[in-house]
């Protein structure tokens, strides 16, 4: 039987054993939803890697191939968070860390996990003064 690879309108991949005569919908494991066939690897004909479509995700994809489904959907979540992210500020592309804060005081420069956050403002009138 052929293996096919679907997709929840939740986000969740997952592959299922079904007869060519199966229907292009099947049940999401992780959420129940109606989940829609997508173009499988498998399916390609035998080709050489023909490369994935970034839609499948395949480093992480390949690493949770038999794992839960749940798990490939929230990577994906992440995923697409980052890529919103990027989309609104292209200086972070190339920067793997993770994005701590990105709004109000953090809205032009969004704060790094290892960035020191910078609490205080040249008006905040907090310089330390001389005690002694
Ligand atoms: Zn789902």
């Known amino acids: 039987m052929p293996l096919y690879d679907y997709r929840c309108p939740d986000g969740h991949y997952f592959e299922r054993m079904a007869p060519m005569?199966?229907?292009?919908?099947?049940?999401?494991?992780?959420?129940g939803a109606a989940a829609a066939k997508v173009p499988s690897r498998v399916a390609l004909g035998g080709q050489a890697n023909p490369g994935l479509s970034q839609e499948q995700?395949?480093?992480?994809?390949?690493?949770?191939?038999?794992?839960?489904?749940?798990?490939?959907?929230?990577?994906?979540?992440?995923?697409e968070g980052r890529r919103k992210l990027e989309e609104k500020y292209p200086e972070l592309?190339?920067?793997?860390?993770?994005?701590?804060?990105?709004?109000?005081?953090?809205?032009h420069h969004p704060l790094r996990a290892g960035d020191t956050p910078t609490t205080l403002s040249p008006h905040d009138g907090g310089a330390p003064g001389a005690s002694d």
Request: overall charge negative.
């Open 93 to 107: 592309q190339g920067d793997q860390r993770p994005v701590l804060a990105h709004e109000g005081q953090y809205h």
């Open 57 to 79: 995700m395949p480093q992480t994809w390949r690493g949770t191939h038999n794992g839960n489904p749940e798990y490939v959907g929230q990577l994906r979540r992440q995923w």
């Open 21 to 31: 005569t199966a229907g292009d919908v099947s049940d999401c494991p992780a959420c």
